[in-house]
Structure formats: C-alpha cells, structure tokens
C-alpha cells in the first residue's frame, strides 16, 4: 500500500502483530536516603523510601511497539520465581500477552536492581544467567513461536546474550517466517552476531558492528563503514543493514539504497533504552514495506527523541508523529 503523509503511516502501525523473541528480564529500583556509614564496613547505608519494577530487555521492545499502537506479542523464558511474578504481574498491568512466555525450573528470571540515593547510582544487583537454554527449554519456545507466529506481520530478535536466543532458535525461526513471507529484524549482541543468516535487516550499532566483524576504523570514516556494511550483508545473506552511529546518527543499506541520516539536534538526558527504540519503529517500518530512507529516518528520529528522558522510556508516539511531519521527506 502507497502512504501518502505520515498520519496514515502512524494509523497503519495499529493493525501490526509484532512478535518479539529475546531475553525479558525485570528492572528493579530502589530509592532511598544516604544519612550514614555502615559500622560493618566502609559502605553508605541507604534508608530504602521507594521501590519500583519495570519491564526491561526485549520487554522494553515491547513497550516501544506498543506505544507506537502495534501489538506486541513476547516469546521468552523466564524462571519460576519471585522474579517471574512480578514480571508477569507487569505484563498484565501493562496489557501485553504472556501466550508466548515459557516458564522454567531452570534458570532465573533476569532481575537488576538498581539502588539510587538522589541522583546518585549507589549499586547495580544483577540475578540472573546466561546460560543457553536447554533441548527442553528450547522446544518449549519454538513451539510458541511456531503458535505465534502465523498472526504476525514482522519478528524481532531482541538478544542480550543471556542465552534464550540460541542458534538453533534463530534458524528455525526465520526458517519459519520465510516460509510465511514475515520480515525478521535483529538487534544483535556478541555471541550470535553471525548467526543471523538470511534476516530481512541487522541492527547492530556501531561498537557492535567493529567487534563482530573483528575490524578496526575510526568512527567518523564513512567509507570503512560502507564497507563494514556491505561485507556483514555479504556474511549474512541479509537483506539489508541499518546502524546506529550515536552522535552521528544512522546509516542503512537496503534493498540497495545506501542513506546516511544524521542525528538531530537535542538536549540528551540519557541514551539508555534507545536502541530499542530504534529496533521496534524500523520493525514497524519494514511490515509496512516502507522505503529505506523512511526507515532510516523514522529511526533515527525516534531514538533521539527518547534520549531527552532520564531513565528507559517507550516512544511517545505522538511526539514522534510531530516531528515527523517536519522532516519533508517525501513518501
């Protein structure tokens, strides 16, 4: 279908089922009051006034789809425990399905709990592991994708490398999407960055991006990055690429075009959660078989806009709508 403005992009993102494969985990805060030092060692003792849990990972994905007006469908292991409780009990607060949510005797619920004292980070508690899933464990997930996936429009491969995301995983399930003609799009880390074989399109940023081909350029040296790109496509018989470049803004090759969109100018607050939203407004994107530049774009508008935030926010998505409608760029 044609779009003639970005309005009728926006509503067209309310009739999207997005299935998001990954690693969930929750993410904890505590909020409290430093008066003293602890007599057992040298070590502030924070008075706890506050306690907060978020959705975090691939479950932050699904925020960002959801406050686009897409439908975010999660398949995930997570443990039996304490931690999983309380993720579920958010996934409901929060009206997101928990139809592909496999739980397991095996492993944790990945939970970090951060411990804040004003403005200041005191700790970082992190519970979890990154253990591959097992053959079960495994089985258990394909088959909720396999059940999923026929309602979806476009995947997400959302890895953090704790494990959930196996090769085997990724294999079958573009295996499975192809079959269905579905997009599939990666936000990759380290342990399976070349394992992505035959994806519709590979987000890596660019840190990323140099350790997992093993290369080395300066980061302002376009032409290295062409190349960088051009020869991870080539690896990963992708259809295309689009990475993030931090202050530099985005670049993608796809469906052979090659834009190189800068960032926008902002007050920039915090950068963390950015990349998901990037990964989920592209996803929207290439469902709608939307161009490259469009992708781009949108993209990159997105995750500046969540960096004027303090803390991991979803997209707001009329915000985004706004400053879209700015940018002149035509359908």
């Known amino acids: ?147 999923l996936l026929s309602d979806c429009q476009v995947v997400i491969f959302e890895d953090y490398d704790k494990g959930v995301i196996t090769r085997n995983v990724i294999k079958k399930t573009v295996e499975m999407a192809k079959a269905k003609n579905i997009p599939t799009v990666v936000d990759p880390k380290k342990r399976n960055f070349l394992a992505y074989k035959g994806t519709t399109l590979f987000k890596p940023n660019l840190k990323e991006l140099k350790e997992g081909l093993k290369l080395d350029f300066e980061k302002d040296n376009q032409e290295e990055i062409e190349k960088a790109v051009e020869l991870l496509i080539e690896k990963l018989g992708a259809d295309g690429s689009l990475i993030t470049l931090s202050e530099r803004g985005v670049f993608i090759n796809f469906k052979n075009e090659k834009h190189q969109i800068p960032a926008h100018l902002r007050e920039i607050a915090d950068v963390s959660g950015a990349g998901d939203t990037v990964i989920s407004i592209a996803a929207l994107c290439i469902a709608l078989n939307l161009s490259p530049k469009i992708i781009a774009a949108l993209s990159n508008l997105g995750g500046g806009l969540v960096c004027e935030h303090i803390g991991v926010v979803p997209i707001d998505k009329n915000d985004l709508l706004q400053e879209a409608n700015k940018l002149n760029i035509p359908l």
């Open 1 to 147: 279908m044609a779009y003639s403005n970005f309005n009728q992009i926006f509503n067209a993102f309310e009739g999207l089922n997005v299935l998001i494969i990954g690693d969930v985990m929750i993410d904890a805060y505590i909020w409290g009051a430093v008066e003293r030092i602890s007599p057992e060692a040298p070590v502030p003792i924070v008075r706890a006034t506050k306690r907060d849990y978020r959705l975090g990972g691939a479950a932050n994905v699904a925020l960002n789809v959801q406050a686009l007006g897409a439908n975010p469908i999660l398949c995930a292991v997570i443990g039996d425990d304490e931690g999983s409780i309380k993720f579920k009990e958010r996934l409901t607060i929060n009206g997101i399905s928990n139809k592909g949510i496999v739980e397991s005797k095996e492993r944790p619920t990945t939970v970090k709990t951060r411990v804040l004292s004003g403005h200041h980070h005191m700790v970082r508690v992190d519970e979890e592991t990154d253990r591959v899933l097992s053959k079960t464990e495994e089985s258990q997930l394909l088959k909720r994708i396999e059940l």
